[in-house]
């Protein structure tokens, strides 16, 4: 039949001479109507047979954008309270009766402090964190401008610690001056913050960007933070990041995207 | 290239359809095993109302207390190579009550060796729900809770009976004791402050030959030259009020890794007493999850305390240093069980953590570090719906005992 395109001067190349015989049986498929896609996705019809592939790499875990986690003191993997008073436990947090502390409230006081640090393995590498933010949860305050300190903790620390020492096991290692006060040495020389505490108690939202991007790129060692009182007749009470009802109130909100 | 209808909105089901990624904590089941060596090593011994049980692998024995009408006796078996307790009937070694008590029943609560010396010290109590006030004078002076036996030759003979006073409760369900490696203090559980009533906790420090030793203690109304009391040796347990931690006085377990700093089952969690401390004599950790009062126990050799909450399905495992609570507690959830004995580190490849439950017994794996690891294991020890109360250990034969009601 030879039907084709065009006459002899449409077709230079002269393709209907060089037809073979299965091609004079060939009949062209009309082309796909881009009418079909939804009218919704107002791209370049280029990128139309895209479109799945573009949406299955949307759903891949490799973010192109920045996620945002929130730990909570769950996530901690280390803990303690030290206090003068009680100079060799690790589980001082609040004194209750006669000689006695328990666990259920955080009582911050001049000497007594809590360390605590949160286990930043749920932060995937090859990041950057953009921003970082730690809630404490204080429930009440006393004292005349009532405020409390956030130390990064520069000294390792880890079974046994207590107002004395820093570690027990494998031997004893002594704060370089006790409660981990040592400025540069057990502590940062700066605070990472001073939070003034406002009239009515509430959530205390603390920027730590810095110490986290410190502790994720490996800049500094992740020993925590220790939070303390440093003024005399200031007692701030917190949740007990140990306890049912505290340890979701602590929330450590970061902020990474890809480098 | 373009891309056909179908194939495109088959893209999107499928990407759509694949739903939500599920992130579930893995939790610790119990596997049902009615076989397997775990099972082999358990050996049921009926003892009904069984309350306390120990067994000496240099003496090959096991010793049981119960709590029924044949109360007031340990039963004494022996036990063969194979930790099988012979066919004969079990000894009885009565315990010790006065005349004037003598319509009261006695029972034992909790037994313990003394680490190095061939002495049993029995803890017993006296069933006397209300007594008058002449009943009561006479418990506190005249019925003594501490009993001690000497082994030999396979016998238990008694050798010197203690802890008698206002100061120690009655009528409990459970009393514990503890002594330290040294053997130079015994720990007891049932105390009260005689005050207030109180619960607390004390000890006896223990001379060279296990004796309990009696303390200086002032003479009322006496004045020597300088104007200070008169004093005299008395048998007196050195006890702290504990109220806070636990309110009851009853026992919930000791781990002793000295004689000066303890760690005790308490409410929610454990406590640390450290006898010389009188700013921070003691420390109560509430672990999460935790609900009720805890039995605790301690790793035979690493410094790690395990707990159970008494009725309920979670166990936990905490570190301590020196006797010191430290680092976080962590804890492990088993599906369908209730806790109802102390637990009971049990050697083997892996270690295990036994704990008794309602007709089974669970076992919980531990890594090398203490740790739990891998599912729990339910052994069936069927004891007509009640729960198994005691669990025994013999390290020499790694054989486990638990003490059932009756054993089909």
Redesign the interface.
């Known amino acids: 039949m030879g039907e084709g395109p065009g006459e002899g001067a449409k077709d230079p190349m002269n393709t209907n001479a060089m037809r073979s015989r299965d091609d004079q049986k060939y009949t062209p498929r009309p082309?796909?109507r881009e009418t079909?896609?939804p009218s919704l996705f107002f791209l370049p019809s280029s990128l139309?047979?895209l479109?799945?592939s573009l949406?299955?790499l949307l759903?891949l875990p490799v973010s192109v954008a920045a996620r945002t986690i929130v730990l909570d003191a769950r996530d901690?993997?280390?803990?303690?309270a030290i206090?003068e008073?009680?100079?060799?436990?690790?589980?001082?947090m609040q004194p209750?009766?006669?000689?006695?502390?328990?666990?259920?409230e955080m009582s911050l006081v001049p000497g007594r402090s809590l360390l605590i640090r949160f286990a930043l393995e749920k932060v995937p590498p090859g990041h950057r964190i953009a921003h970082a933010v730690l809630t404490v949860p204080v429930i009440r305050q006393q004292g005349p401008e009532p405020r409390f300190y956030m130390w990064r903790v520069l000294a390792d620390w880890?079974?046994?610690?207590?107002y004395r020492y820093r570690s027990?096991?494998p031997q004893k290692i002594e704060w370089t001056r006790p409660g981990a006060a040592g400025h540069s040495s057990d502590r940062s020389t700066r605070p990472t913050d001073i939070v003034r505490l406002p009239k009515k108690p509430g959530p205390m939202r603390i920027n730590v960007t810095e110490d986290l991007d410190l502790w994720y790129t490996g800049a500094a060692p992740n020993n925590g933070w220790l939070i303390s009182v440093e003024d005399p007749k200031v007692r701030v009470q917190l949740h007990s990041p140990?306890?049912?009802e505290g340890?979701a109130e602590w929330k450590l909100r970061i902020t990474y995207e890809p480098q | 290239?373009?891309?056909?209808?179908r194939?495109?909105w088959s893209?999107?089901l499928l990407?759509f359809a694949s739903g939500p990624l599920h992130l579930s904590l893995p939790e610790v089941r119990a596997e049902d095993r009615s076989a397997g060596s775990a099972a082999s090593n358990l050996i049921p011994v009926v003892a009904p109302s069984a309350t306390c049980a120990l067994v000496s692998d240099e003496h090959h024995l096991l010793i049981v207390g119960r709590r029924d009408a044949q109360s007031g006796r340990l039963f004494v078996y022996r036990l063969d190579p194979d930790g099988e307790p012979g066919a004969d009937e079990p000894a009885q070694v009565d315990l010790p009550r006065p005349d004037p008590l003598k319509s009261f029943r006695n029972y034992p609560l909790d037994l313990v060796f003394h680490p190095s010396l061939p002495l049993l010290y029995v803890w017993q109590d006296l069933d006397c729900p209300r007594p008058d006030e002449n009943q009561q004078k006479t418990i506190d002076s005249e019925f003594d809770h501490l009993q001690i036996f000497t082994i030999k030759d396979g016998a238990l003979k008694p050798a010197a009976t203690f802890g008698r006073g206002r100061e120690f409760v009655h009528g409990r369900e459970l009393g514990r004791m503890a002594i330290d490696p040294a053997g130079t203090r015994i720990f007891l559980s049932n105390l009260r402050i005689v005050d207030n009533g109180a619960a607390a906790i004390g000890y006896y420090d223990l001379d060279e030959k296990g004796v309990p030793r009696p303390v200086l203690l002032p003479i009322e109304g006496t004045r020597d030259a300088y104007g200070l009391p008169r004093t005299e040796f008395k048998m007196r347990a050195t006890s702290i009020?504990v109220?806070?931690?636990r309110r009851w006085p009853m026992g919930w377990g000791f781990v002793v890794p000295s004689a000066q700093v303890i760690i005790f089952g308490a409410w929610y969690g454990p406590a640390?007493w450290?006898t010389a401390?009188?700013?921070?004599?003691?420390?109560?950790?509430?672990v999460?999850?935790v609900h009720q009062v805890c039995f605790i126990t301690g790793h035979p050799v690493l410094?790690v305390v395990y707990g159970v909450s008494y009725g309920g399905d979670v166990a936990f495992r905490m570190?301590h240093?020196?006797g010191?609570?430290?680092?976080?507690p962590r804890t492990v959830r088993v599906e369908g069980a209730k806790f109802h004995s102390p637990p009971l580190v049990i050697k083997g490849n892996p270690h295990r953590l036994a704990v008794g439950g309602i007709d089974s017994v669970v076992l919980l794996p531990l890594d090398e570090q203490g740790q739990f690891s891998g599912p729990a294991e339910t052994i069936a020890a069927a004891n007509e719906g009640n729960p198994v109360r005691v669990l025994a250990w013999s390290s020499r034969t790694t054989r486990l005992y638990a003490f059932l009601n009756k054993h089909k």
Request: proline share 7%; with cysteine.
């Open positions: 082309a796909p079909a896609f139309f047979p479109l799945p949406l299955i759903c901690c993997d280390r803990m303690a206090a008073s009680a100079p060799r436990q690790s589980w001082a209750h009766g006669h000689a006695s502390f328990n666990t259920i880890g079974a046994g610690v207590c027990t096991r140990l306890s049912n340890r | 290239m373009k891309c056909s209808i194939t495109f893209c999107v990407i009020r109220q806070e931690a640390v450290d401390s009188r700013r921070a004599a003691i420390g109560h950790v509430r999460p999850e410094p570190e240093a020196d010191y609570l430290t680092m976080m």
